[in-house]
């Protein structure tokens, strides 16, 4: 699943709290993956530093939550829940990189996560990409 950058800002619950599978009726007992394209960072790492109170601080949030996700020092980079609880499902996570010499849609929200690359090297590389 690629959610757009709207999700992680306006969503009525944190990324850490956010429990997507439930709504995925054809999948509702798996695993999520959830895949986090570099222009959902980069407009994150944008709205952070302007815009309203609330969003700034939520986009602050979940790049910090990325952050902590991909960190090498975790023993499962990328994982967000393992979904132990029996509360929430399992979430992991993957960030995309724009693929070499990728040229950006003038428009964002044109082509989300379609024109993405995967990430490369494993998720330990991710946090240092």
Same mark, same amino acid.
């Given at each position: 699943?690629?959610? #757009?950058?709207?999700?992680?800002?306006?969503? +009525?619950?944190?990324?850490?709290?956010?429990?997507?599978?439930? &709504?995925?009726?054809?999948?509702? +007992?798996?695993? /999520?993956?959830?895949?986090?394209?570099?222009?959902?960072? +980069? &407009? /994150? #790492?944008?709205?952070?530093?302007?815009? &309203?109170?609330?969003?700034?601080?939520?986009?602050?949030?979940? /790049?910090?939550?990325?952050?902590?996700?991909?960190?090498?020092?975790?023993?499962?980079?990328?994982?967000?829940?393992?979904?132990?609880?029996?509360?929430?499902?399992?979430?992991?996570?993957?960030?995309?990189?724009?693929?070499?010499?990728?040229?950006?849609?003038?428009?964002?929200? +044109?082509?989300?996560?379609?024109?993405?690359?995967?990430?490369?090297?494993?998720?330990?590389?991710?946090?240092?990409?």
């Amino acid at each position: 699943m690629v959610p #757009d950058t709207s999700v992680y800002i306006e969503h +009525d619950v944190k990324l850490e709290k956010l429990d997507i599978a439930p &709504e995925l009726t054809a999948f509702p +007992d798996k695993r /999520l993956h959830l895949l986090v394209p570099m222009v959902v960072t +980069d &407009e /994150l #790492d944008g709205i952070k530093n302007k815009g &309203e109170d609330v969003k700034r601080w939520r986009a602050a949030h979940t /790049l910090g939550v990325l952050e902590r996700v991909f960190s090498p020092r975790q023993r499962m980079p990328g994982l967000l829940r393992n979904g132990e609880q029996g509360v929430r499902g399992a979430i992991d996570m993957e960030i995309l990189y724009d693929p070499p010499g990728q040229v950006r849609l003038p428009v964002n929200d +044109d082509v989300p996560g379609a024109r993405s690359g995967p990430a490369r090297g494993g998720a330990h590389q991710a946090a240092r990409g």
